[in-house]
RNA sequence: GCUCAGAUGGUGGAACUGGUAGACACGCAGGACUUAAAAUCCUGUUCCCGUUAACGGAGUGCGGGUUCGAUUCCCGCUCUGAGUACCA
């Protein structure tokens, strides 16, 4: 039989799910490897070709992995909270979990027909009560710890009321909220219930907190900043404003460091760290107070400088600092309330737009030098931010250019500080020369003009050196109804959390999926959804709840009394190999890491990091065909299309087309013709008698009609091709537009591999004979190629090569069992239906080729004993002559010098130099 | 602006530690088979000059450098993509 594809496939992905052939087990002799995906949210519009790129890779790598003998655990699930299945909920009515559900078993389809090795009986779905009963879980044990810094770990919320009972405040050093009380032991026990709760709600890894949020009104919910861009939010584009609210937070701060540090531990890409390093925002730099004049306030500022505190001419407060209105003069009142309301004003994008104006107003106030007491006017302007640092900066502009500007622009002093210090014309930010105008420090160089200006303020207690983060805690809360309630009641406006008996708390049914009446979230529709002691939070978690563990759930799944047991953990230990896309690397990544130290440092899992190894995959972007529509001299369009090459001559407007009836950038005019019932009368001016497409890279998206879809591809060409051609495309992580062009290669390929296994009536017909030199040897190269290949990820170099090694083996006529089994095995990761089938023909045991061994390199076979060397002269490549590899060095030259050939290209001259690399190159110096 | 990644034929890309640039595939051209087409197979295909051919010259974004030898290393620049942005 010629290669039937597609009874190949459905039969073997059929024995796969029947045998439960990819099951891991959780306790074997085998060493472990953990290849895991990024999960995906199902939505509606189902798989493009752009999205199994990443789940090919980690298939190949799995399946590889399996014949190198490891017990693979390579599982898939669903992120399936989220916001699209609501808004269409809030549309149509639709319970979001059964389209949800359908939305599940489309993926599933579609995966299934790329024959990926996945261990499905381990399936997760973030919104199903099984499994978000422990991300509820989770919530709680951060709910009952805090962040004890001397230990640098959470520690039970026990723990720290034991403290408080038996010392009061005192020796506690905690990550925590700014307004913490000092008390005493006795005074803790004198407290009331309610204001202890209140007090340890300030210690808490998850609390409550008035902060500012990103509001976006048309979605009806909070966005944490990594789900929001220029203003608008990233899924739907709708705008966003600041409020303030009482919110969830998580305090991710307090692993700041040990979230940074983490970074050099792990395999990932470079530019994914950086991003995570960015995003952390470390700054190592000092507090220092300013005190007001005739006030008891201060302003404390953080800098990165702060030896350059003599340089200090002016100090900056955000516009919604909450002191500028008691600071502001009554002569000032005015001019700070209308600035104040000009900036109120502008958008998040006008102030990204406008870097370059410089605005502000002066409050009228003083503040002082904590150094010299020189007194200091204190002004706002909105480029001081008020969520960095402390809201107000130390302007010192013969060292920082806006501060520069802002001088001059309103005549404010620029003191020079440093001797070098170059201040004409902008500020110079040197660290280097020695300090002038500097009081105590003059003469001194930057490192000791730090320190003793550090060691100055902390003896005055006017500040202290500082590590500042640029990450804030994050928010975790939402206004909606499709996520995970929050397993906490009220009581006297108080949270306490429900009992672990009572989880999971379920989603409880509401009539519609809109806020209420009074402007409450979903789940205040809820009828009879109350705890006995208290009303329950009316927020659900936010999208990122659900993955920020699910890696942990797959290892043992079906567990009852545990998020997996400790056995599964400690077997499994962490992900070895994560594959996904790198716009998850400040939120999904950062939270991920974030939990899974939470959970080691309370004692359930042992690795500091959830991820060894990862890699970006590229993204695919679409590539749109277009076509020419005539415009009529009244320049109306017509019915009369131009082919690409001649629209130059003509009136023309481009019309996005169908790319699936595109073939190379050629139109097929029937099927145009069918595509839409106005085109059926379409009238085309050809080049050369065909219809040509204009071509363009766009984002894959249906409204360009350039969504190619893998169920097209997996009908007329198979799995097996689709997947080799979506890794022969290019490096695995290289973003790229998607063209089909192509694809044939790879199928005819397959075909050509089938062709070895039969005789030109296709029969199968293999040799048990001895292969020949030349046939080991083709089979060795591959084996030891492919090897090194998937080790490096570059699995595009591989297909490649598989081409080589058939075409090798076509050409020797081989089809000898000692050969072709070997070559069955090692293909099997990348086209394993074709694989399975001719496994079977062979007449090995079905189903066992997944767990093949692997074939071992053998180098002799590569062994040659001579080499065509490359002759260059001057570099240049000019001739090869074969020679023996016994030769030496001296031999070779001697051999070249005298070279009939050579001394064609000599011309007459004797060459300076004969440089010899045995086995690689000879170049002769003229 | 800052950070990172990248630039190789008509196209996707290969060249892994400085050693034959363009593997493999698409496309294109020519040919075989066929009444014809599809499919399949064979040959050619970096560019320029020249030509039956051998051969000659140029060539990995641009300009320099190191080296016997550079797509690969160094310096300077241009362009493209991604992230980030008044971060004190």
């Known amino acids: 039989m010629d290669y039937q594809f597609k009874e190949i496939e459905k039969k073997w992905q059929q024995f796969w799910a029947d045998n439960h052939t990819f099951k891991a087990e959780n306790n074997t002799d085998k060493p472990k490897y953990y290849v895991l995906d990024m999960f995906p949210y199902p939505s509606g519009a189902g798989l493009?070709?752009?999205?199994?790129?990443?789940?090919?890779?980690?298939?190949?790598?799995?399946?590889?992995?399996?014949?190198?003998?490891?017990?693979?655990?390579?599982?898939?699930?669903?992120?399936?909270?989220?916001?699209?299945?609501?808004?269409?909920?809030?549309?149509?009515?639709?319970?979001?979990?059964?389209?949800?559900?359908?939305?599940?078993?489309?993926?599933?389809?579609?995966?299934?027909?790329?024959?990926?090795?996945?261990?499905?009986?381990?399936?997760?779905?973030?919104?199903?009560?099984?499994?978000?009963?422990?991300?509820?879980?989770?919530?709680?044990?951060?709910?009952?710890?805090?962040?004890n810094k001397d230990a640098d770990k959470a520690a039970p919320i026990t723990e720290l009321v034991a403290h408080f009972e038996s010392k009061g405040s005192a020796g506690i050093n905690a990550v925590c909220d700014e307004d913490i009380l000092s008390f005493t032991a006795e005074e803790w026990k004198a407290f009331s219930e309610a204001e202890q709760q209140t007090e340890l709600l300030k210690y808490r890894l998850t609390y409550l907190r008035e902060s500012t949020v990103n509001w976006c009104a048309a979605l009806g919910t909070v966005l944490a900043n990594d789900e929001v861009k220029d203003g608008f939010s990233e899924r739907g584009g709708y705008p966003v404003e600041q409020k303030k609210m009482m919110q969830w937070s998580m305090r991710i701060t307090a692993y700041a460091q040990r979230l940074l540090e983490g970074l050099d531990t792990i395999d990932w890409p470079e530019p994914l760290k950086e991003m995570q390093r960015n995003w952390i925002g470390k700054s190592v730099g000092a507090s220092v107070k300013f005190p007001v004049e005739n006030s008891s306030e201060v302003i404390e500022v953080f800098t990165t400088r702060v030896d350059t505190i003599?340089?200090?001419?002016?100090?900056?407060?955000?516009?919604?600092?909450?002191?500028?209105?008691?600071?502001?003069?009554?002569?000032?009142?005015?001019?700070?309330?209308?600035?104040?309301?000009?900036?109120?004003?502008?958008?998040?994008?006008?102030?990204?737009?406008?870097?370059?104006?410089?605005?502000?107003?002066?409050?009228?106030?003083?503040?002082?030098?904590?150094?010299?007491?020189?007194?200091?006017q204190l002004w706002i302007a909105d480029y001081v931010l008020a969520g960095y640092g402390t809201g107000a900066v130390m302007a010192v502009p013969s060292g920082d250019q806006r501060d520069y500007l802002f001088a001059k622009h309103f005549d404010l002093p620029v003191v020079q500080i440093l001797d070098i210090q170059k201040i004409d014309t902008e500020a110079d930010p040197t660290k280097?020369?020695?300090?002038?105008?500097?009081?105590?420090?003059?003469?001194?160089?930057?490192?000791?003009?730090?320190?003793?200006?550090?060691?100055?303020?902390?003896?005055?207690?006017?500040g202290k050196a500082k590590v500042n983060f640029r990450m804030r805690d994050a928010i975790f809360g939402r206004q909606r109804y499709w996520g995970e309630p929050v397993p906490v009641y009220f009581k006297n406006g108080l949270p306490y959390l429900i009992k672990e008996s009572e989880l999971p708390l379920l989603l409880p049914?509401?009539?519609?999926?809109?806020?209420?009446?009074?402007?409450?979230?979903?789940?205040?529709?809820?009828?009879?959804?109350?705890?006995?002691?208290?009303?329950?939070?009316?927020?659900?978690?936010?999208?990122?709840?659900?993955?920020?563990?699910?890696?942990?759930?797959?290892?043992?799944?079906?567990?009852?009394?545990?998020?997996?047991?400790?056995?599964?953990?400690?077997y499994w230990k962490a992900v070895d190999l994560y594959i996904g896309g790198s716009e998850h690397a400040t939120g999904h990544l950062l939270y991920s890491r974030f939990w899974n130290k939470f959970l080691k440092d309370i004692g359930k899992t042992p690795e500091e990091e959830p991820f060894k190894k990862l890699i970006n995959q590229g993204m695919i972007q679409g590539r749109s065909n277009f076509v020419y529509r005539l415009i009529d001299a009244e320049g109306k369009g017509t019915n009369t299309f131009v082919s690409h090459g001649l629209i130059k001559e003509y009136n023309t407007s481009p019309i996005h087309v169908d790319v699936n009836i595109v073939e190379n950038d050629v139109l097929n005019q029937a099927k145009f013709k069918?595509?839409?019932?106005?085109?059926?009368?379409?009238?085309?001016?050809?080049?050369?008698?065909?219809?040509?497409?204009?071509?363009?890279?766009?984002?894959?998206?249906?409204?360009?009609?350039?969504?190619?879809?893998?169920?097209?591809?997996?009908?007329?060409?198979g799995a097996d091709t689709l997947r080799m051609y979506e890794m022969f495309l290019?490096?695995?992580?290289?973003?790229?537009?998607?063209?089909?062009?192509?694809?044939?290669?790879?199928?005819?390929?397959?075909?050509?591999?089938?062709?070895?296994?039969?005789?030109?009536?296709?029969?199968?017909?293999?040799?048990?004979?001895?292969?020949?030199?030349?046939?080991?040897?083709?089979?060795?190269?591959?084996?030891?190629?492919?090897?090194?290949?998937?080790?490096?990820?570059?699995?595009?170099?591989?297909?490649?090569?598989?081409?080589?090694?058939?075409?090798?083996?076509?050409?020797?006529?081989?089809?000898?069992?000692?050969?072709?089994?070997?070559?069955?095995?090692?293909?099997?990761?990348?086209?394993?239906?074709?694989?399975?089938?001719?496994?079977?023909?062979?007449?090995?045991?079905?189903?066992?080729?997944?767990?093949?061994?692997?074939?071992?390199?053998?180098?002799?076979?590569?062994?040659?004993?001579?080499?065509?060397?490359?002759?260059?002269?001057?570099?240049?490549?000019?001739?090869?002559?074969?020679?023996?590899?016994?030769?030496?060095?001296?031999?070779?030259?001697?051999?070249?010098?005298?070279?009939?050939?050579?001394?064609?290209?000599?011309?007459?001259?004797?060459?300076?130099?004969?440089?010899?690399?045995?086995?690689?190159?000879?170049?002769?110096?003229?």
């Open 48 to 147: 493009h070709v752009g999205h199994p790129l990443g789940y090919i890779a980690s298939d190949i790598f799995a399946r590889y992995k399996r014949l190198k003998g490891f017990n693979v655990l390579h599982p898939m699930g669903y992120d399936s909270f989220g916001l699209p299945a609501e808004q269409y909920a809030i549309q149509t009515g639709q319970h979001p979990l059964v389209t949800t559900e359908d939305n599940i078993a489309t993926y599933r389809r579609q995966l299934d027909q790329i024959g990926f090795s996945f261990d499905w009986s381990r399936e997760v779905r973030t919104s199903s009560p099984d499994y978000y009963k422990w991300t509820q879980w989770i919530f709680m044990q951060l709910f009952n710890s805090w962040y």
């Open 674 to 717: 069918a595509w839409r019932p106005d085109f059926a009368e379409a009238e085309f001016i050809l080049e050369n008698g065909k219809y040509v497409c204009g071509v363009e890279i766009e984002k894959m998206s249906k409204r360009y009609y350039n969504v190619v879809n893998p169920d097209d591809l997996a009908q007329r060409y």
């Open 432 to 462: 280097e020369g020695t300090y002038i105008n500097s009081d105590f420090m003059n003469g001194l160089d930057y490192k000791a003009g730090t320190a003793a200006v550090i060691a100055k303020l902390e003896s005055i207690g006017s």
């Open 509 to 570: 049914e509401i009539d519609k999926y809109l806020p209420t009446e009074t402007g409450e979230p979903p789940l205040g529709r809820a009828t009879d959804w109350k705890h006995a002691e208290g009303e329950y939070e009316l927020s659900t978690m936010p999208g990122w709840a659900g993955s920020s563990w699910y890696w942990y759930r797959y290892m043992d799944a079906q567990n009852e009394t545990d998020f997996a047991s400790k056995e599964a953990i400690d």
């Open 730 to 926: 290019g490096p695995l992580e290289q973003s790229k537009p998607w063209n089909t062009n192509g694809i044939e290669g790879v199928f005819k390929f397959l075909r050509k591999f089938w062709k070895l296994f039969h005789d030109a009536d296709f029969n199968f017909n293999v040799s048990d004979a001895e292969p020949t030199k030349a046939e080991f040897k083709s089979l060795h190269k591959i084996i030891q190629k492919v090897e090194q290949d998937i080790e490096r990820f570059s699995f595009n170099t591989s297909v490649s090569s598989f081409m080589i090694a058939v075409n090798e083996l076509t050409d020797l006529k081989c089809n000898k069992r000692a050969i072709l089994q070997d070559l069955v095995i090692i293909l099997e990761p990348y086209a394993p239906h074709i694989c399975e089938e001719l496994w079977e023909l062979l007449g090995y045991t079905k189903g066992k080729l997944s767990y093949a061994a692997y074939p071992t390199f053998n180098p002799a076979y590569l062994v040659e004993d001579e080499f065509s060397y490359p002759i260059s002269i001057n570099g240049k490549m000019k001739t090869n002559i074969a020679l023996s590899l016994a030769l030496g060095n001296d031999e070779i030259e001697a051999i070249i010098r005298s070279h009939a050939d050579v001394q064609k290209y000599l011309d007459g001259k004797s060459p300076k130099k004969v440089i010899v690399v045995k086995g690689r190159i000879v170049n002769i110096v003229l």
């Open 310 to 376: 003599f340089g200090v001419t002016f100090v900056v407060l955000a516009p919604e600092h909450e002191l500028v209105a008691q600071l502001t003069t009554p002569e000032q009142k005015a001019t700070v309330e209308e600035y104040i309301a000009k900036t109120k004003k502008k958008s998040e994008l006008d102030r990204m737009a406008d870097t370059k104006t410089v605005s502000g107003a002066f409050t009228g106030s003083y503040v002082l030098n904590p150094l010299n007491g020189e007194k200091i």
